[in-house]
């Protein structure tokens, strides 16, 4: 099972970001989808889900509004869409899945909103 976050860097304040996740070695049209994040100093908080089909997304209250995940499952990819960033939401964002019961995570990419 693999992760890979990428579309981090760099915004901002009121800019926006896309981040991707490439998922691999598991049934990705299966599986639900979710996005956490690790605020500076903070443990690792939800930020949004999605179902394998797409047909159902999930928020945090913070983000409502703002972010919006979506799935390419011919891509075997899930996207976070980031609007209107404010700087609480800089953090490290991860990608997760669980397959058989354990949790699966990216690496992260880094999101830093700052002016």
């Known amino acids: 099972v693999q992760l890979m976050e990428s579309g981090g860097g760099l915004v901002q304040p009121g800019g926006s970001l896309r981040l991707s996740c490439a998922a691999s070695?598991?049934?990705?049209?299966?599986?639900?989808m979710r996005w956490y994040r690790q605020l500076p100093g903070k443990e690792r908080e939800w930020v949004a889900t999605?179902?394998?089909?797409?047909?159902?997304?999930f928020y945090t209250e913070s983000v409502k509004g703002r972010f919006t995940i979506s799935r390419d499952n011919a891509k075997n990819t899930v996207y976070l869409q980031m609007s209107n960033l404010k700087p609480e939401d800089t953090a490290v964002y991860y990608c997760?899945?669980?397959?058989?019961?354990?949790?699966?995570w990216g690496q992260g990419t880094q999101v830093t909103v700052s002016s």
């Open positions: 997760n899945t669980q397959i058989e019961g354990i949790g699966r």
């Open positions: 999605i179902t394998s089909t797409g047909g159902s997304t």
């Open positions: 070695g598991f049934t990705f049209t299966h599986t639900v």
